[in-house]
């Protein structure tokens, strides 16, 4: 990507960057699937599992950047995934 600048040329590098539609694509569809969620599930239980994603945040530290984790933070992960499973119960 070049870098941002407010000018004409910029933009229309943008609109032909491959990574950008990307990203455009992915965000239109978790717009949709999440639609479809709330409709589905009610909201009280739906949203609560959006915490889900710090675990797999974590995960993708782990494995990408190679993140040391601390105790605590496996604590904290502990307590995200029992409070997903009471109230997915």
């Not at 960057?17 to 009280?44: D, E, M, R």
């Not at 950047?65 to 933070?73: D, L, P, Q, R, T």
Request: hydrophobic share 60%.
């Amino acid at each position: 990507m070049p870098a941002f600048s407010w000018s004409r040329d910029f933009f229309a590098k943008m609109l032909v960057n491959w990574q950008f539609a990307a990203c455009g694509l992915f965000f239109g569809a978790a717009s949709i699937l999440w639609a479809y969620i709330v409709k589905t599930f009610p909201l009280s239980t739906a949203y609560p599992m959006v915490s889900l994603s710090y675990i797999f945040g974590m995960f993708a530290a782990i494995m990408f950047f190679h993140e040391e984790v601390s105790a605590a933070k496996w604590l904290g992960v502990a307590f995200i995934m029992t409070g997903c499973f009471l109230i997915a119960k």
